[in-house]
C-alpha cells in the first residue's frame, strides 16, 4: 500500500497523465485480483513508489510490478 504522504502527490501524478483508459473484460477491479500478462503497466515518477498503474474506466489502478496484483484503485 501507498504510505499516506505520498497518496497526494500519486493522485496529482497519474490525474495529470491522461493516460489512455484501457478494457479489462472479465477482470474484477478490487485490491488482491491479478492482472494478464497482456495488460501494459505504466511507471509511476513519484519517490519511493515501486508500483505500477494504468487507467481503466475513470479509475487509476496501482498494481505491484512483481505479481501483477491489484493494490490500490484510485478515483
Given at each position: 500500500?501507498?504510505?499516506?504522504?505520498?497518496?497526494?502527490?500519486?493522485?496529482?501524478?497519474?490525474?495529470?497523465?491522461?493516460?489512455?483508459?484501457?478494457?479489462?473484460?472479465?477482470?474484477?477491479?478490487?485490491?488482491?485480483?491479478a492482472?494478464?500478462?497482456?495488460?501494459?503497466?505504466?511507471?509511476?515518477?513519484?519517490?519511493?513508489?515501486?508500483?505500477?498503474?494504468?487507467?481503466?474506466?475513470?479509475?487509476?489502478?496501482?498494481?505491484?510490478?512483481?505479481?501483477?496484483?491489484?493494490?490500490?484503485?484510485?478515483?
Amino acid at each position: 500500500m501507498v504510505a499516506p504522504e505520498q497518496q497526494t502527490g500519486l493522485r496529482e501524478y497519474v490525474h495529470k497523465q491522461h493516460l489512455p483508459s484501457v478494457s479489462l473484460l472479465g477482470v474484477e477491479l478490487n485490491v488482491g485480483s491479478a492482472l494478464p500478462d497482456t495488460v501494459e503497466l505504466h511507471a509511476i515518477d513519484v519517490p519511493n513508489v515501486r508500483y505500477k498503474y494504468l487507467a481503466v474506466a475513470d479509475h487509476s489502478i496501482l498494481v505491484d510490478p512483481d505479481t501483477r496484483r491489484i493494490v490500490q484503485v484510485i478515483d
